[in-house]
């Protein structure tokens, strides 16, 4: 798969403080090799003298180097900021009339989905209902990330425009998965 190349020129971005390649695919062993070293020397050095901690890893306190390994550990966490770092770089995609009819999309989509899942929860066994919503929405997860993978490895205008509607029905799946885990969490009766 192909990776973005350099994307900014500054600072430090999460891909550069772990010397990972830009892109969506991450090596996980490596992403957590980095992150154990970072912290492990971090750890090191401020124990004998809090200047040469900022030393070790100029610009990143452990918080910000926790939160980069979060961040880049999850795959829809690490597509957003993939995507904003591509903004920050100039690369616009989705403005004006389209970002509204992807919005519009958007609210309509979580509307359907809400209306299924209270549907489910008063069928003759609700449980059953969620259940097959929730294996549902697995299985689009699951697609969308494909699909976010595939329009990630290159990064033209259209499909950058593509990837940022992708996670926005990444997310819309997320939060609905929640709401219904909540519901078979309520149905379930407690021992």
């Not at 597509?79 to 690369?91: F, I, P």
Request: charged share 25%.
């Amino acid at each position: 798969m192909a990776t973005i190349s350099a994307v900014l020129n500054g600072p430090k971005n999460y891909f550069d403080l772990f010397d990972l390649p830009v892109g969506f695919m991450v090596d996980q062993s490596r992403l957590c090799e980095r992150y154990r070293a970072l912290l492990d020397g971090d750890a090191a050095t401020s124990y004998g003298h809090p200047e040469s901690a900022a030393d070790s890893t100029p610009g990143q306190s452990p918080i910000e180097i926790q939160l980069a390994y979060r961040t880049l550990l999850d795959p829809l966490a690490r597509a957003a900021y993939l995507l904003d770092l591509l903004e920050c770089r100039g690369d616009s995609y989705g403005a004006g009339a389209a970002e509204y009819g992807a919005l519009e999309g958007f609210l309509m989509a979580e509307i359907e989905l809400r209306e299924s899942l209270d549907e489910a929860t008063s069928r003759p066994d609700p449980a059953a209902a969620v259940a097959g919503i929730l294996t549902h929405l697995a299985e689009q997860g699951a697609s969308l990330e494909k699909d976010l993978q595939r329009v990630l490895g290159d990064p033209s205008p259209q499909n950058l425009t593509a990837a940022r509607e992708i996670l926005r029905r990444l997310e819309l799946v997320g939060t609905c998965r929640r709401d219904a885990e909540d519901r078979r969490a309520a149905l379930t009766p407690r021992s």
